[in-house]
């Protein structure tokens, strides 16, 4: 367990010491300062609206806010995919990891270390970015939207899986072909996502179980469907006013599907790096 | 046998096609500085792997410090240099000590005061705190053996130590062996460079094609000397007496060879030929180098890897 937070920590100051976190902080930073700079045109001229209703000054402000998750969703997975990509693939090539390993902590608890080492790392840069999100339409426009916490929790666990699975590719893959390959599961995620909501708009049921296929093979884009779909007006979601509101709802047996998935690539990853040649 | 840090029986590994190691069988003994020589891509990388946990054996039996391969609580005990010393290059040395003093589970307080120690004694007190991708191939090699000396090891693995050391690096490496043998740690060093090893190890072991074709101790061959004669005559009386002072005499050329055991056979082999009142027209001795002994235990086959 010691190896275990030793590896972790190792791996937070690496991302530290290589600036990854103050390259985070920084475009992070910019994307909120631009975010708020929208937010408040739209606030502004939605208050210049006398005579609009509540409701849909409320609607406006939550397509505007769940613009800002659905970005800072798509740079949680460009960071949950890239930061691990090379950590395994890249050290075994350099031969960093034979010092590491020769060590007497278990392999297990290399690689669990990296993965909570980044687990750390996709957290705080969530954290930054929703907060934020949340801080600037909370001063700006007083408005909180519903269900955050389940949203956000979905989102984690969304990046979690990814994070997991560039992590897995890495006992195997060299780092190029691992990055190809994550990222191309996650497009097929991402297609078969949008399949299935259009297939339930226009009634093709082919269409839309093609697309619940896809999301069984990689779980990631209906999490983030899911999130959406608390994180907006009951009224707003069921009307289908927006892009983010699922015309095709993900069950929370995906849910249960994408822990159970997270869980099972990492028992691959651990067996993989295990019995690796190093 | 209880005085063995390394057993090997019949160690194998297999990558694909390839056979990198066929058949390791060797011992090391505690204490002792155990040189492991052979040309490139000879597999003794692979073997250091194998009795480092790094690489699993195809097959074969192996204990290190009485303990199955890769085993923690014996990695504990064991220091490792590799052979191309690609560490965490963003630490600065003193982290990077820290780290791995860490990943021993050692207690801060002592931690610190051992790597103050360590520094000291590889010369990189005044770059501790320096990162590690400034330092020159030659400070990396030295923080690295500083790392696999972190633990007090009682068994110390050196893949190629001295390859990226200006000859004060060479000396330095020298000195820390010689230090850690009158402490009784084992050696285990892995080098092509037979001058090295001709200075620093006790036993050595010829591996060749993965397989440890000559093990010998090397006090007793650094003592051996070859012996050339010409005399006049030559009688069979003369060459069974002259095989009292070492091995076989043969006949070369009209000139007689044999192998003593000592430069102080010289004298007593001239006094007992001229006693007999044999002609001595020529008395030759030469010490065979380790070099001489290694191109011929490789043979003509064996090409620059």
């Not at chain 1, 190029?176 to 996502?193: H, K, P």
């Not at chain 1, 009634?203 to 999490?223: D, Q």
């Not at chain 2, 003794?44 to 054996?57: A, E, N, R, Y």
């Not at chain 2, 021993?104 to 590690?132: C, G, T, W």
Request: aromatic share 8%.
């Amino acid at each position: 367990m010691r190896g275990l937070l030793t590896i972790a920590h190792l791996t937070v100051h690496e991302a530290r010491r290589r600036k990854i976190l103050l390259a985070m902080l920084i475009l992070g930073l910019a994307f909120l300062s631009l975010f708020a700079t929208g937010f408040h045109f739209i606030n502004k001229s939605l208050e210049a609206e006398k005579k609009m209703p509540p409701q849909q000054r409320r609607f406006v402000l939550s397509n505007a806010v769940l613009a800002g998750f659905y970005a800072v969703n798509f740079l949680m997975i460009m960071t949950a995919v890239l930061t691990p990509v090379d950590t395994v693939s890249g050290e075994i090539d350099s031969g960093v990891i034979q010092t590491l390993a020769t060590k007497p902590i278990h392999r297990s608890e290399i690689l669990l270390g990296k993965w909570l080492g980044f687990f750390i790392v996709l957290l705080m840069y969530l954290t930054l970015m929703i907060g934020g999100i949340l801080l600037v339409v909370r001063i700006i426009g007083k408005f909180v939207p519903p269900n955050v916490g389940t949203g956000v929790s979905l989102m984690l666990l969304e990046g979690t899986l990814l994070l997991t699975l560039s992590i897995a590719g890495g006992t195997r893959l060299s780092t190029i072909t691992n990055g190809v390959m994550v990222f191309g599961l996650y497009g097929l995620a991402f297609i078969g996502g949008w399949m299935e909501q259009i297939g339930t708009l226009v009634g093709n049921s082919t269409t839309r179980y093609i697309g619940i296929l896809a999301s069984l093979v990689v779980p990631s884009e209906s999490l983030w469907q899911l999130a959406a779909y608390h994180m907006q007006p009951p009224l707003m979601r069921d009307l289908h006013l927006t892009p983010f509101s699922p015309a095709s709802v993900p069950s929370h047996f995906m849910v249960i599907w994408a822990a159970a998935y997270t869980a099972v690539a990492l028992g691959i990853a651990l067996w993989q790096f295990q019995k690796r040649n190093l | 046998m209880a005085d063995c840090v390394i057993e090997t029986r019949g160690l194998r590994k297999q990558f694909g096609e390839k056979t990198a190691v066929s058949d390791l069988t060797l011992s090391v003994r505690r204490g002792e500085v155990f040189g492991f020589l052979g040309p490139n891509g000879g597999g003794k990388t692979t073997s250091i792997k194998m009795l480092l946990g790094l690489v699993k054996p195809t097959s074969g039996e192996a204990q290190v410090l009485s303990a199955p391969l890769g085993d923690i609580k014996a990695r504990g005990k064991i220091g490792f240099l590799p052979e191309h010393f690609r560490f965490h290059d963003w630490l600065t040395g003193r982290e990077f000590l820290g780290f791995h003093g860490r990943l021993y589970h050692m207690e801060s307080n002592p931690l610190a005061a051992r790597i103050e120690e360590l520094l000291a004694r590889v010369d990189l007190m005044d770059a501790a705190d320096r990162k590690m991708h400034e330092y020159s191939k030659g400070m990396l090699q030295r923080i690295g053996l500083a790392q696999a000396l972190l633990n007090e090891p009682e068994l110390l693995f050196l893949d190629e130590p001295t390859s990226g050391l200006d000859p004060l690096g060479r000396l330095l490496v020298r000195d820390i062996i010689k230090e850690l043998r009158a402490q009784g740690t084992a050696v285990f060093l892995n080098s092509h460079l037979l001058g090295e090893v001709e200075i620093s190890c006790d036993r050595v072991a010829f591996v060749k094609k993965g397989r440890v074709v000559r093990e010998m101790a090397f006090h007793e061959q650094k003592d051996r000397v070859d012996v050339e004669l010409k005399l006049g005559p030559i009688t069979s009386e003369i060459l069974a007496g002259l095989s009292a002072f070492g091995g076989k005499p043969l006949l070369h050329n009209g000139h007689v060879r044999l192998q003593v055991s000592g430069e102080d056979k010289l004298p007593e082999i001239a006094c007992w030929l001229v006693n007999r009142g044999v002609k001595v027209y020529q008395l030759g001795a030469t010490r065979k180098s380790l070099e001489t002994v290694f191109l011929e235990i490789m043979g003509e086959d064996e090409r620059p890897g």
